[in-house]
Every structure is written in C-alpha cells, then in structure tokens.
C-alpha cells in the first residue's frame, strides 16, 4: 500500500511540475518592451484616504480584520481589529504609505477588506490584481528616498509622483505585461520547489 501511495504521489508531483514548467515557456519579450511614464493620479482614478484615526478608537482581536498604518512591515499590517462597517475599505488596492519614520514613502497591495489609519492613501484602478499590484509596488517604493520629516509625502505630493511603467502599443499602461511577469516569477519560483521535492523523492 505505501508502495502504491508513492508512486501517486510521484505521479502528482510529476503532473504538476509539467504544468509549472509549460507556464514558464510563455516568452515575455512578445508583449512589449515600451516603458512610458505615468502620473500616479492618472493610473489611480480614485484615491482615497484611510478612515481610522487611531487604535485608541477600535478594539483589537485576533481574528479580526487587518489594520494598516504606517510600518514597511507585515505588507503594512499593524495589528488585527474588531471590524467597524463605517471604517472598512475594499481592497484590491494599493495603499501608500505617506507618513510614519521609517515607512514613508513605502506602498502594499492588498487583496483583502481592511481598516487604514489617515496615514495612507489608497489607490484604485479597475485593471488591477494582485499581480500587477505587486509589480507597481516594487516600482513605486523607489520613490520613497526623496521624503523625510522635512518634505512629507502630503497627499497633493502622492498624487503627482510619477511611476515609470510599461506600456502598450496605444500608449497605456500594459496590465497584462506587468500580470505576466509576477506570474512567472511566482511560476519559477514554485517549480524550483517542486523540482527539487522531486529530486530528493528519485533519490
């Protein structure tokens, strides 16, 4: 029996490391090698500013939902809350950090509902995902050397920074080139694991 439960095992490995690897061929070149620049208030129709105003007015709980604030840490969680309907923000965004020593500057994709603190801004676009999220976010928190206690990031400054990203034949920003470059590097990184969990098994 166990003989058995090995070779399925081997066959599901197997499976999906075929999978992972075909994901890999997709040749990224093809769709484009443009950059263009992009006001931040241009790619974020809607930017909004977080609605809490502090922990001292929200209960915390373990499981509740996640409270942002102004830390490079965590991908921007301080803590979990009891949920506040009148505080609660959508996610799939991006929240940008724009005070806080240490962490202004800095920015998070988030998937998920959340409550933030007045210290962020957070920006929404109908292209987005958690692909292409993460790929402006590597991008934008380049920016974060030019603030400090001195030039705060104020909103009217966030929503003139100015983003270098790629673009498609028309000019926009190219969502599906920025989609598919986080997913094969997440496919990569998902085969190594398998190949070398399959190595170790023919061993």
């Not at 309907?85 to 500057?105: D, L």
């Not at 929404?124 to 990031?153: E, H």
Request: glycine fraction near 8%; charge should be positive; aromatic fraction near 12%.
């Amino acid at each position: 029996m166990s003989a058995f439960m090995r070779d399925v095992e081997k066959d599901i490995l197997g499976t999906t490391l075929r999978t992972f690897e075909n994901r890999l061929n997709v040749n990224e070149s093809k769709m484009g090698g443009r950059w263009k620049n992009y006001i931040l208030r241009d790619l974020f129709p809607i930017l909004v500013a977080g609605k809490s105003k502090g922990l001292n007015h929200i209960e915390k709980s373990d499981s509740g939902i996640s409270y942002l604030g102004a830390t490079n840490q965590n991908n921007g969680v301080l803590c979990f809350v009891e949920p506040n309907a009148n505080a609660i923000q959508k996610g799939n965004c991006i929240a940008f950090v724009r005070n806080g020593e240490g962490s202004m500057g800095y920015s998070v994709y988030k998937a998920e509902n959340f409550i933030a603190t007045s210290d962020m801004t957070l920006g929404y676009n109908q292209y987005l995902n958690k692909y292409n999220g993460t790929f402006i976010t590597t991008i934008a928190d380049r920016i974060r050397g030019k603030y400090n206690f001195g030039y705060k990031r104020s909103a009217g400054r966030l929503a003139k920074e100015v983003l270098t990203l790629p673009a498609d034949n028309n000019g926009n920003p190219n969502w599906e080139y920025m989609e598919q470059y986080m997913r094969n590097i997440e496919s990569k990184q998902i085969y190594a694991y398998l190949k070398c969990i399959t190595t170790k098994r023919e061993r």
